[in-house]
């Protein structure tokens, strides 16, 4: 071979090594955009509790029956939602008051649930008026709603009377939620 046609092959091979990289590039990104979207992180998936209104858990660890789930209510403050749920298990045909939860949603997306403390609150502001009360200029207590269930040690169905408390935060000038809780009236 020549040393002109060497020359020339030569001048050709960087001409093919870069069109051979540019075409396998190619291929790379096009395979990355058209993935599966299993491929891709997923949003939460949707929880009952940020979207139904009752629904049953079936008997497992510390719940030796089903237990229902009933949605009380439910308020929207600081760009989430705040659903309220009464629990409750039987006991032959009766069903009674376990529990109460407040879980924190985003659209259907459950954030977080937490058990709501449980109080007697017979006579009391909380039992009596659903209007909202400010112990502070900047704290709130909104009624959210209520439900009626047996309890143990009581002859007839008792109102349990759910509420949320809220700051001011100056900071945004939105109402931001504080805590729960349930009064048994």
Sequence with gaps: MSSRHAQRAFRRRPS???LA???????????ALTSPASARP??????????ADAFS???GIGNPTALAWWRVGNRSTGGYTYRYWMVQDPTGSTWYYRSSYVA??????LLSSTE?????????AACTSSADRFPAESEAERYVGQRASW???YISQVPFRYWQREWFSYATLRWVYSSAYVVRC
């Design 57 to 59: 858990q079936p008997p």
């Design 42 to 51: 997923t949003a939460q998936a949707a929880d009952p509790l940020c979207y």
């Design 104 to 109: 924190k949603c985003s659209g259907d997306s």
């Design 116 to 124: 709501i403390p449980t109080s007697d609150g017979f006579g009391t």
């Design 151 to 153: 309890d143990r040690g």
């Design 16 to 18: 093919a090594l870069i």
């Design 21 to 31: 990289l540019g075409l396998a590039l190619g291929l790379i990104t096009s395979t």
